[in-house]
């Protein structure tokens, strides 16, 4: 048996990043739980933001955009990234963050997320409450701490936050294929 619910976005459980943006020689940080993988050749990321928020204006002068992934322990920076506007205080101070010039984009890393991935905007599509923005991945960058012995990527050293229901969570272990 199954219950109906209305039509919602409350229950699929996306990542939740740090998206920094810069124009005109601000920079902001806002977080974001729209985000997903939509192209493989060339790789692709699209986050979703309001235009209401002071992020969108920068994004649409900057034309490019970091995706900051956060470890576990960035609950509270996550949440101060969310809730306050970039219009009235330096989120990058507010946080203890350091600002790290990108290789291939105007908007920084952040120092303390695990991994950063550099994007250029090539497409926005108003959706309504949300304008998508389509980013072609031009560059990633990982800590040494969380590659494994071949060079690559370990997600458990990273601990990466997922966002569902109005909460965070963390993601637990890798499950195995049968």
């Not at 998206?19 to 806002?30: P, Y």
């Not at 204006?57 to 960035?74: A, Q, R, Y």
């Not at 009235?88 to 990108?102: H, M, S, V, W």
């Not at 991945?137 to 701490?145: G, N, P, S, Y």
């Amino acid at each position: 048996m199954k219950k109906q619910f209305n039509p919602s976005t409350l229950y699929l459980a996306t990542p939740t990043v740090l998206v920094t943006v810069a124009s005109g020689g601000r920079d902001n940080i806002i977080t974001l739980a729209w985000v997903g993988t939509v192209n493989s050749e060339p790789p692709m990321i699209a986050i979703g933001v309001r235009p209401s928020r002071h992020s969108h204006g920068l994004l649409e002068k900057g034309g490019e955009f970091v995706v900051n992934i956060p470890g576990s322990g960035m609950v509270r920076e996550l949440d101060l990234c969310g809730s306050k506007s970039g219009r009235d205080l330096d989120k990058f101070e507010q946080c203890g963050f350091k600002r790290i010039p990108a290789s291939k984009v105007g908007a920084p890393l952040i120092d303390r997320c695990p991994l950063n991935i550099e994007c250029v905007v090539r497409n926005k599509l108003s959706l309504g409450s949300h304008d998508l923005f389509i980013g072609e991945i031009l560059a990633v960058q990982a800590d040494e701490a969380v590659l494994d012995d071949k060079g690559r990527v370990d997600m458990a050293k990273v601990g990466p936050v997922a966002f569902s229901g109005g909460e965070y969570w963390g993601l637990g272990a890798k499950l195995p294929r049968k």
